[in-house]
């Protein structure tokens, strides 16, 4: 018996041999891909502002795009590429990273002007879970600066949010399978 040369299944020439494109850059070279909830929700919810989708595409761009699992970004560069103010900047990235999950911010250290962003949960059920935890909170998707001031968004107050809602929802459960 013979041992099978591993590379002998594939006879065609080097050239033909290519490794598989993604669909995307055959049709969209040097693009970056944009999840497909962010159009079905994100862009058609009024209560997010303009800026603030700019930001998380800037910010998609720059990780997901370049295909990097974090980036470091100033608070500068998120301005001029999100084409935003400083406080509309600040206050989004609060939203995206802090209350939505999408990224989770790691501040530079002391003389350094830039913060590092890693990609938290782009999935559409990881979205979905802490923009509606957010909407319980807040009584929107999208908080207002001054909501986050009052009551920063953070881990545990999305975990209490989430033990709530499951309290809530064994109530009624409980009330229904009684009656």
Known sequence: MSQADPGAGDRRPREEQRPKRHIRTL????????????FDEVLSDKRVPHAARSVLLFMLRKTVGWDNRHEDLSL????????????????????????????????????????????GDPSAEGFFDRYY???????????????????????????????????????????????
């Open 27 to 38: 049709y969209l070279p040097n693009s970056s891909p944009v999840p497909n909830w962010f």
């Open 133 to 179: 935890l957010t909407s319980d909170i807040y009584g929107s998707g999208f908080p207002d600066a001054k909501q986050l001031r009052i009551k920063p968004c953070t881990q545990e107050l999305l975990a209490a949010q989430r033990a709530k809602n499951a309290a809530e929802e064994a109530r009624r459960e409980a009330r229904h399978g009684a009656g």
């Open 76 to 119: 500068a560069e998120i301005q001029a590429g999100a084409a935003v103010t400083r406080p509309t900047a600040i206050h989004a990235v609060r939203v995206i990273c802090d209350c939505w999950g999408l990224f989770k911010k790691t501040r530079g250290r002391k003389g350094q002007y830039c913060s590092t962003y890693t990609i």
